[in-house]
């Protein structure tokens, strides 16, 4: 059985071209409208720690930046998990249909 891991970058972008026209792709765009946000936030709280560790600014400011900074990291991570089970699952599916269309074509 085939693993995203086991294709090159080429065999991956189409693979992702073709879940994104064949397969169910309302939890991977969701997923990846987050991952977009995410790194917008990631952006956001470097420069803004940056900023309040620049103009020596103490208090809640670096502490909610530090969290912020936290969750986009996880965000990023969980979201880029997500989407490789999706494209994952999809692979298998691709998989298992070859194998059903052969062995249906072998009893014929």
Not at 1 to 9: A, G, H, Q
Not at 13 to 19: Q, R
């Given at each position: 059985?085939?693993?995203?891991?086991?294709?090159?970058?080429e065999e991956i972008?189409?693979?992702?071209?073709?879940?994104l026209v064949k397969g169910e792709t309302?939890?991977?765009r969701k997923a990846q409208r987050i991952f977009i946000i995410s790194i917008i936030g990631l952006i956001?709280?470097?420069?803004?720690?940056?900023?309040?560790?620049?103009i020596n600014a103490l208090g809640a400011g670096n502490v909610i930046d530090a969290f912020l900074l936290v969750f986009t990291l996880f965000f990023i991570w969980r979201t880029t998990i997500l989407k490789r089970n999706e494209l994952n699952k999809f692979l298998m599916?691709?998989?298992a249909g070859k194998a059903k269309s052969?062995?249906?074509?072998?009893k014929k």
């Open positions: 059985m085939m693993n995203i891991n086991d294709l090159s970058k972008k189409v693979l992702k071209e073709d879940f309302d939890i991977y956001f709280s470097t420069t803004s720690i940056t900023l309040h560790t620049y599916q691709k998989e052969t062995i249906s074509k072998k």
